[in-house]
């Protein structure tokens, strides 16, 4: 006990540093997407989260744009509760046979104009997971996609000018 209190007082963190701060680019990029949610939609972007199967990183990436370094509230763009309140769904993950359901009547329960944006390399066909008993496939298998990005998983920066995209580029 005393060796591991003494090796935990002179070992540096094993921890990674965190990546540094690019706070310009990142207030421009916020604030792009914001314009375009208020141009596109004549207010700001609400997003709802949908985990339909991960292995939870992607959602650390999102969950990540709310934390103090990202703080992307303060842009305006906003992850809501539930889908009756929500223009753009994330769905990360393969999904799962014990999720295809709720994604679909997720998917059915979000009012139009709405776009699917799927998060990850998993929710494009399956990723790592293809092929498993317990997978039905990517997100596209059981409702329409608008946008996939990806990685394994994508960043907060990818995952944003990804929300860009989105809002510039579909009709
Ligand atoms: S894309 Fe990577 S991080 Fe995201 S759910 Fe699949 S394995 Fe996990």
Redesign the pocket.
């Known amino acids: 006990m005393r060796r591991t209190l003494f090796e935990s007082l002179v070992q540096s963190p094993l921890t990674e540093p965190p990546p540094q701060a690019d706070e310009g680019a990142l207030a421009e990029l916020a604030a792009s997407v914001e314009r375009a949610a208020r141009r596109r939609l004549g207010r700001s972007l609400s997003i709802r989260e949908v985990d339909a199967?991960?292995?939870?990183?992607?959602?650390?990436?999102i969950h990540a744009l709310n934390n103090a370094f990202y703080d992307l509230e303060r842009f305006g763009l906003r992850f809501v509760a539930s889908p009756r309140h929500a223009d753009v769904l994330m769905v990360?993950?393969?999904v799962t046979k014990n999720m295809r359901e709720a994604l679909q009547r997720t998917y059915d329960a979000t009012p139009d104009p709405k776009w699917v944006v799927a998060?990850?390399?998993?929710?494009v066909d399956g990723?790592?997971?293809s092929g498993s008993y317990a997978v039905v496939g990517g997100v596209q298998a059981v409702v329409p996609v608008d946008l996939h990005i990806r990685?394994?998983?994508?960043s907060p920066i990818q995952l944003l000018k990804g929300l860009l995209a989105l809002l510039e580029h579909t009709a």
């Not at 199967?53 to 990436?61: K, R």
């Not at 998060?119 to 929710?123: F, L």
């Not at 990685?151 to 994508?154: A, F």
């Open positions: 199967g991960s292995c939870n990183g992607c959602e650390l990436e990360t993950g393969p998060v990850g390399d998993c929710a990723g790592i997971f990685g394994c998983p994508p």
